[in-house]
């Protein structure tokens, strides 16, 4: 015959039961996990593609606009090329200021990236950043020489050198561009529509400033344009031609009113004054030097017509960077959304299978008898029957006799402890609880804490009884309870300490904070409106005795008798005070006691 353990069912049978529900249970659980896992392993990889996609373009767009800075300091450089020479002049400013910016965007691109996890960078490669600052700083020695050589010494094709200097600056820091955009369709063969509307913007811009260097060195020193400027010239304005034409056919670009309000702005602006103003230089440049004005004009004039192209890129670029965020956020959200279905789901399939577990297939295998034998503790054995199906009613009816059962048990146990560690008339602890904490608290582990006793005596509680009877003397205990519970912490040690007299254990507070602590109260039992049974005012004070150990060798009973014996001073002085002593073994009877009296008004 099978074994038969002591729940009723054969033990082979069992066990072999258990294993098999256990075997499917993981199974289910597991192949719903890969599942789930895969569903947010590719949501996740499309997360972190949308997010590297945004580094790449924010980086790119950086690029551009180091570019487009590079570009720009042409202009206040021509012009303090063009000026006599003056160190503190507005113009040296301007270009200070632009060379520091241009020198912080450079020190940006190379400087390690705060990048999220999982996010790599593209890093410029060396040697085409030494070529740029190369090419850079040799662009600007040759401005700072001629910006204190006097212009009546200064030949055109000095300026011109000078000019080609920056060109070559800016040349070579288009190849660092070239080289970005090339990373970013390389590795992103998606974001090659950015990357070039990018690039071509950028040089839209550069371009358009190289049109007004062209011409400027003839006009800085009244000397006729030559042949050669005129043709570069007019080959950078064709180039600007087509370069605008593939930007405004170019079919990535979202048609909005602002965008065509820039564009308009770009033809009238650019294309028409700026153009005509280099026209007009060109003309007269041709025939004579008598030019309209001079450089910085010039300069002052032709810039603004090309804001439109900066702000026209500007809002492009943002478009781009603003729809990769949001490509970015959904794909967050719905990284999120599927974690928290996935992990929904597969706590919801856990928490079915252990409801089924607990509620369906061991209940069957457990004896309602066993859980009635648990509550009315036999230990016999049941052996089980031919199953039926009202067993599993039967059990649930015995779970929850045995519930009833204890929680009955535990209520009687919970009302024994609080009756025989409280006090039935205030709910307060009783002696017998305070001295049991007291002793732990007084460093029965030799750490020697210091320990604050607060005792305090209802004055004339004696009379009160006689005057006013033993239902208005239990009434002022319970509002003095309530007193001493609504004045200290909820972690403050209040007990009855016997009759009118209360106990405040303070472990870990000094002494001069016990007798703050028991002024406190004093005050707070004096100001409390204390009544009768009829509801007639009571005038109710207490004395306080106030003592303190803290060598840890002093015993608990000593301390009871130091913080009785300021009791009795309070008392013996009036009534209504405050009186406070050390309880420490060194310290001798009423001598110990600090001098500093606490008066009644106090």
């Given amino acids: 015959m099978a074994s038969v353990d002591q729940r009723g069912l054969p033990g082979s049978g069992r066990q072999h039961l258990e294993k098999k529900f256990s075997a499917r249970v993981g199974l289910t659980l597991f192949t719903t996990s890969l599942l789930v896992l895969a569903v947010i392993a590719y949501t996740a990889l499309d997360f972190a593609q949308a997010r590297q996609n945004l580094s790449d373009l924010q980086h790119y767009r950086s690029v551009l606009d180091t570019a487009d800075l590079i570009a720009a300091e042409r202009a206040p450089a021509n012009v303090v090329m063009s000026e006599e020479p003056f160190m503190d002049s507005p113009s040296t400013g301007r270009l200070k200021e632009v060379r520091r910016r241009v020198d912080a965007r450079i020190a940006q691109l190379t400087a390690e990236r705060d990048l999220p996890w999982g996010v790599h960078t593209h890093e410029v ?12 700083a040799a662009a600007r020695a040759k401005v700072d020489r001629l910006a ?22 800016s040349n070579s820091f288009r190849d660092i561009v070239t080289w970005s955009a090339n990373e970013l369709v390389q590795h992103q063969s998606h974001l090659s529509g950015p990357g070039l509307i990018g690039q071509m913007l ?63 702005a770009i033809e009238r602006e650019f294309f028409g004054t700026g153009f005509r103003l280099i026209d007009d230089v060109i003309t007269e440049g041709r025939q004579g030097s008598n030019y309209p004005g001079t450089a910085a004009s010039l300069t002052d004039r032709f810039v603004p017509t090309m804001q439109p192209i900066g702000a026209y890129r500007n809002s492009i670029l943002d478009a781009m960077v603003a729809r990769f965020e949001r490509a970015r956020d959904v794909a967050l959200a719905v990284l999120v959304a599927t974690t928290l279905v996935g992990v929904a789901i597969v706590s919801i399939l856990i928490v079915i299978l252990r409801s089924i577990k607990a509620h369906v297939f061991r209940p069957l295998l457990e004896a309602h008898d066993a859980v009635v034998r648990l509550a009315d503790e036999h230990r016999e054995p049941l052996v089980f029957g031919q199953s039926q199906a009202g067993e599993v009613a039967h059990l649930f009816r015995a779970i929850e006799v045995l519930q009833r059962r204890l929680a009955e048990r535990a209520s009687a146990t919970n009302q024994l402890r609080v009756q025989a560690e409280t006090d039935s008339l205030t709910g307060l602890l009783n002696r017998r609880q305070l001295d049991r904490l007291a002793q732990a608290a007084l460093g029965l582990d030799g750490k020697g804490h210091a320990t604050s006793l607060v005792l305090l005596d209802i004055d004339r509680f004696k009379t009160i009884n ?58 707070a039992v004096r100001q409390e409106a ?73």
């Fill in 202 to 264: 950028s040089d839209l811009r550069d371009q358009g400033g190289r049109m007004g260097s062209q011409v400027i060195a003839a006009v800085a020193t009244h000397e006729k344009l030559p042949l050669q400027s005129v043709i570069a010239c007019r080959q950078t304005q064709g180039r600007l031609f087509q370069l605008w034409q593939s930007i405004r056919s170019y079919p990535a670009l979202d048609e909005t009113p602002a965008l065509a309000e820039l564009r308009q």
């Fill in 148 to 169: 204190v050589t006097p212009r009546t010494s200064m030949r055109q094709e000095q300026f011109r050198d000078a000019v080609e200097g920056m060109f070559k600056a």
């Fill in 125 to 136: 490669p060396p040697q085409l950043l030494a070529s740029f600052l190369a090419q850079m």
């Fill in 466 to 523: 006689d005057t006013y009877g033993h239902a208005t003397g239990d009434r002022v205990l319970v509002q003095l309870a309530q007193v001493l519970r609504t004045t200290l912490r909820a972690n403050d040690t209040i007990a009855r300490f016997g009759g009118e007299e209360f106990a405040i254990l303070l472990p870990g507070v000094p002494l001069p904070r016990a007798v703050k602590i028991a002024r406190k109260i004093r005050l």
């Fill in 530 to 602: 204390f009544t009768t049974m009829e509801g007639q005012a009571l005038a109710v004070t207490a004395s306080f005795g106030v003592a303190l150990v803290c060598n840890g060798e002093t015993s608990w009973q000593h301390l009871i008798e130091s913080a009785d014996t300021a009791l009795y001073r309070a008392k013996s002085d009036g009534r209504n005070r405050v009186r406070f002593t050390r309880g420490d073994r060194g310290a001798h009877g009423p001598t110990a006691e600090t001098a500093r009296p606490d008066t009644a008004s106090t």
